[in-house]
């Protein structure tokens, strides 16, 4: 029985302290300060906007290059793909 109680004592002290890195009072704080949250959150959606901006320019850049490299090979059925691209593209501009 006294096995049990150690047991379930030191399983008690584990949640406690679990709850205590969790810093549960200072969330909620947070959360009733309305300013503090929505501004929070505002700019988190800014730099998430940026950041996926800057990604996708990198990614576009590097897809470019890609499909430069593979223009200058002359590759007879992606060539005439591209081809088809870039034609598409300067009709839709005129």
């Not at 906007?49 to 320019?57: D, K, L, N, P, Q």
């Amino acid at each position: 029985m006294k096995e049990w109680a150690a047991w379930m004592a030191n399983k008690m002290d584990e949640h406690l302290f679990a709850l205590e890195r969790l810093r549960l009072p200072e969330y909620i704080s947070y959360l009733e300060d309305r300013r503090r949250f929505y501004r929070t959150q505002f700019v988190a959606g800014i730099l998430r906007g940026v950041g996926s901006a800057i990604g996708f320019t990198i990614l576009g850049a590097v897809l470019v290059w890609l499909l430069q490299g593979l223009a200058q090979r002359n590759l007879p059925v992606i060539g005439d793909f591209l081809a088809e691209i870039v034609s598409l593209v300067q009709r839709r501009l005129e």
